[in-house]
């Protein structure tokens, strides 16, 4: 498992990619729960958002799997579905606190100019460096350009936004 763990700390590094992971459904099923548990942990201690964080997760995780089996089914590439599902999932675990964290703080220090700037500039890295890794990887899954790898997680990311705001719409 720490061997796992070590991976996906190489792929959100851009060191490794999914080609690196082990293609079993046992490697995708464990990663998921792993992600899961994680930020579910991460976001029990410390609330990254209001209101209904675990149902947020919970279509977090099963649009992320529609995502990339769809996307590697137009693709032609289904066959690397688990390895990059994996790679995905394990990288953003890998993430999660940090970003959680980051989070928390942003809303814990919202009114103090001293901390809005530094953590704003903190956020913005960790997203760059989230939309680099998954870009990484799906580079290597998919065998297109960077450029059009980019463009993919980017649309992702505001699908699951979207998604999320149609499940969970904020307060009125």
Same mark, same amino acid.
């Given at each position: 498992? %720490?061997?796992?763990?070590?991976?996906?700390?190489?792929?959100?590094?851009? &060191?490794?990619?999914? =080609?690196?992971?082990?293609?079993?459904? !046992?490697?995708?099923?464990?990663?998921?729960?792993?992600?899961?548990?994680?930020?579910?942990?991460?976001?029990?201690?410390?609330?990254?958002?209001?209101?209904?964080?675990?149902? &947020?997760?919970?279509?977090?995780?099963?649009?992320?799997?529609?995502?990339? +089996?769809?996307? /590697?089914?137009?693709?032609?590439?289904?066959? &690397?579905?688990? @390895? %990059?599902? #994996?790679?995905?999932?394990?990288? =953003?675990?890998?993430?999660?606190?940090?970003?959680?964290? %980051?989070?928390?703080?942003? &809303?814990?220090?919202? =009114?103090?100019?001293?901390? @809005?700037?530094? !953590?704003?500039?903190?956020? $913005?890295? /960790? $997203?760059?460096?989230?939309?680099?890794?998954? #870009?990484?990887?799906?580079?290597?899954?998919?065998?297109?350009?960077? /450029? +059009?790898?980019?463009?993919?997680?980017?649309?992702?990311?505001?699908?699951?936004?979207?998604?999320?705001?149609?499940?969970?719409?904020?307060?009125?």
């Amino acid at each position: 498992m %720490t061997e796992l763990v070590r991976l996906y700390a190489q792929i959100a590094l851009l &060191r490794r990619g999914p =080609q690196d992971v082990p293609g079993s459904a !046992l490697v995708l099923v464990a990663t998921v729960a792993g992600y899961f548990v994680v930020n579910f942990a991460v976001s029990l201690v410390l609330p990254p958002i209001e209101g209904a964080w675990a149902g &947020r997760l919970a279509v977090d995780v099963v649009f992320m799997l529609v995502w990339y +089996a769809a996307l /590697l089914r137009l693709a032609g590439k289904p066959e &690397r579905f688990v @390895q %990059t599902a #994996s790679a995905v999932f394990g990288f =953003q675990a890998v993430l999660a606190p940090l970003l959680v964290v %980051t989070g928390w703080l942003m &809303r814990r220090h919202d =009114q103090d100019p001293a901390w @809005q700037f530094p !953590l704003a500039m903190l956020a $913005v890295l /960790l $997203v760059v460096w989230l939309i680099a890794a998954n #870009s990484h990887v799906l580079k290597a899954a998919l065998e297109w350009p960077l /450029l +059009a790898c980019i463009g993919l997680v980017l649309l992702q990311i505001v699908a699951a936004w979207l998604l999320t705001w149609v499940f969970f719409p904020p307060p009125a």
